[in-house]
């Protein structure tokens, strides 16, 4: 069986080379994860691979909850990298909830986008995210809700919600990324925005802000009075 290594990528696309020149914070989770994964299958590279694992499994969170078994039996995973992949994300979980560990608090739009900024600036197709907030607008996490083109992303308020409310979040910043570079908002984007924060009042949820995000640069919606 042949299979699609991190090599055989265009050097520019490679993970590896991506973090080693701009950091590991420049890469997506999907990256981050092909690196620990090193392979794919004859089909799809490590990077395709690791956007299905997350897919599959419902975001970060997911694969943490998720057991070895479970991670191995997807195709392409086996138990030497479902092992590598729990011992990575157990890692990240200790250190979250070390009692050093720094509690990033979110006070403007620029604090917000600053921790996205050089993930979501790179992608090629639309991200949709959420930040996770509690009530003294500390950072719990940041989300990826869905993947969609390269012109739009689709995102469901019940599918983010149910993120939202795992994870006991008293408040959210919505983000997403424009591949053209351009964060000037849409029609849609405006739209899909406030049928989230309606369903935010239901569910006694604040939804703080929308955040588009171009490159180097971006737009809240709040801030242009559109929310």
Do not use: W
């Amino acid at each position: 069986m042949s299979y699609l290594t991190l090599k055989e990528m265009p050097e520019e696309l490679r993970p590896r080379e991506r973090l080693l020149a701009s950091g590991a914070a420049a890469l997506s989770n999907a990256e981050l994860l092909a690196i620990l994964l090193r392979t794919g299958t004859k089909n799809v590279s490590a990077v395709d691979l690791a956007e299905h694992l997350i897919s599959e499994f419902k975001q970060l969170t997911g694969l943490l909850e998720a057991s070895v078994e479970e991670l191995a039996s997807l195709k392409g995973v086996g138990t030497v990298k479902a092992v590598q992949i729990k011992a990575a994300l157990e890692l990240g979980k200790r250190m979250a909830l070390s009692p050093t560990a720094k509690r990033v608090t979110i006070q403007s739009p620029d604090d917000a986008a600053s921790l996205v900024m050089e993930n979501m600036r790179y992608l090629d197709r639309e991200h949709f995210c959420v930040l996770l907030l509690n009530t003294k607008n500390h950072v719990i996490s940041i989300e990826t809700i869905s993947i969609g083109t390269l012109n739009s992303s689709v995102v469901h308020p019940r599918e983010l919600f149910k993120v939202v409310i795992k994870r006991s979040s008293a408040a959210v910043i919505l983000m997403h990324n424009h591949p053209s570079g351009d964060p000037a908002p849409s029609k849609e984007d405006i739209n899909i925005t406030k049928r989230i924060i309606e369903s935010g009042d239901i569910l006694g949820i604040s939804v703080l802000d929308h955040l588009i995000i171009g490159d180097n640069k971006f737009v809240s919606l709040k801030a242009k009075g559109l929310i």
